[in-house]
C-alpha cells in the first residue's frame, strides 16, 4: 500500500485524492494525516518541508507536491491517462499551474486572516492575491475547460479551486460565473470522487 500523508479539508490533497480514484488507484492509497504541531510527527522526516500532501510510494520513496504526485500516479496507471502525451499536454498543464496558482492565492488570503493579527495585516499585499483570483476565474469563466472522460489533471484541479472557493469563502465567487458553475456542477455530476471528497465548511 502507498500512504498519502494528507489532510481532508486541504484541495492540494482533494486534487492527488480524486486523481487517483480516477485513475483507479485509490484502493491503493491509505491516508494519514498528519499532526504538524507535534515535533516528533514522522512527516518532518518524510519530507523536510512538513508540507502536504506527501505521497509514500510502495517502496518507501516520498514524493512531494501535488504535481509531481499527480504525475507519479498517472505513470502507475499506465501514463498519458489524465496528462496526455501529445500537443495537447502543454495546454493541460497550464490550466493545472493556473487553477494552482489561483489555490495558493486563496491560501494566502486565509492564512494572513488565520495566523497575522488584524494590525498586522497588509491589505495591499491581500488586494494583490484577490487579484490573481480574480483574474484566474475571468480566464475560466471565458473558456471553461472541455469535460473529457478521464478528466485530465487541468479539470481536476480547477475543479478543486472552486470547491476551495466554496469552502474558504462562502462559495461568493459563484455570483458573477455562471458558466464556471455549470461546469462544476457537470464535472461532480461525472466524477463521482469529487463528491466522496467533498469536506463541509
Known amino acids: 500500500m502507498m500512504i498519502l500523508r494528507a489532510s481532508p ?23 494519514v494525516p498528519p499532526d504538524l504541531t507535534d515535533d516528533s510527527e514522522v512527516l518532518w522526516q518524510q519530507n523536510p518541508l512538513g508540507k502536504i500532501p ?9 514524493l512531494f507536491d501535488s504535481r509531481v504526485i499527480v504525475d507519479y500516479l498517472d505513470h502507475l496507471a499506465g501514463g498519458s491517462r489524465i496528462i496526455p502525451a501529445g500537443p495537447e499536454r502543454f495546454q493541460v498543464l497550464r490550466r493545472q499551474a493556473l487553477a ?33 483570483v480574480t483574474g484566474a476565474l475571468a480566464e475560466l469563466e471565458a473558456a471553461p475547460p472541455a469535460l473529457t472522460s478521464p478528466p485530465d489533471v487541468g479539470q481536476i484541479a480547477v475543479a478543486c479551486a ?35 471528497t467533498h469536506v463541509n465548511p
Do not use: C
Not at 479539508?9 to 491516508?31: C, K, Q
Not at 506527501?54 to 516520498?62: H, K, P, Q
Open 162 to 196: 472552486l470547491g476551495y472557493l466554496d469552502l474558504r469563502f462562502g462559495g461568493r465567487w459563484r455570483a458573477g460565473h455562471p458558466a464556471l458553475v455549470d461546469w462544476l456542477d457537470r464535472f461532480a455530476a461525472s466524477v463521482p470522487a469529487y463528491g466522496a
Open 100 to 132: 494552482i496558482g489561483l489555490l495558493d492565492a486563496a491560501l494566502l488570503q486565509v492564512y494572513e486572516g488565520r495566523y497575522r493579527p488584524q494590525e498586522r495585516r497588509h491589505d495591499g499585499w491581500l488586494a494583490m492575491q484577490a487579484k490573481k
Open 9 to 31: 479539508p486541504s484541495p492540494y490533497s482533494r486534487l492527488v485524492r480524486i486523481a487517483a480514484e480516477v485513475l483507479g488507484l485509490g484502493d491503493r492509497i491509505t491516508m
Open 54 to 62: 506527501t505521497l509514500i510510494t510502495e517502496d518507501g520513496t516520498a
